[in-house]
């Protein structure tokens, strides 16, 4: 069973950085999307950055330039490093996957999350001014 561990989320302030990790076990998939989704308090989760297996990237455009999703394989963990923190960015952050690559390029559409099969329990990333 695939199994989904995030942490690394905290307190920090405006201007500041936070690398969020997530462990993954059992992914077994030959191909697949994983993604950083976030959601704050009264508003939809949304997407906020993919990558597949062969390293392909997609952001979201509010964290463009910011943010910067990464995996490594050898030890099955996904990264999301995150500069320049705004309050904006302050939310839950989880991290999915799913065995269809083609989603990583959906990661931009509304409502895409609820179609990734795998979820992790989220870490909670607050930005102070």
């Known amino acids: 069973q695939v199994m989904l561990v995030e942490s690394g989320g905290g307190s920090v302030q405006a201007g500041g950085s936070l690398r969020l990790s997530c462990a993954v076990s059992?992914?077994?998939?030959?191909?697949?999307?994983m993604a950083w989704f976030r959601q704050a308090p009264g508003k939809e989760r949304e997407g906020v950055a993919s990558?597949?297996?062969?390293?392909?990237?997609i952001y979201a455009d509010s964290v463009k330039g910011r943010f910067t999703i990464s995996q490594d394989n050898a030890n099955n963990i996904l990264y999301l490093q995150m500069n320049s923190l705004s309050t904006e960015d302050t939310a839950m952050y989880y991290c999915?996957?799913?065995?269809?690559?083609?989603?990583?390029?959906?990661?931009?559409?509304?409502?895409?999350?609820?179609?990734?099969?795998?979820w992790g329990q989220g870490t909670q990333v607050t930005v102070s001014s």
């Open positions: 059992a992914l077994t998939y030959k191909t697949y999307s």
């Open positions: 990558i597949d297996d062969s390293g392909r990237t």
């Open positions: 999915a996957a799913d065995p269809r690559r083609s989603l990583m390029t959906s990661i931009r559409v509304p409502g895409v999350f609820n179609v990734f099969k795998h």
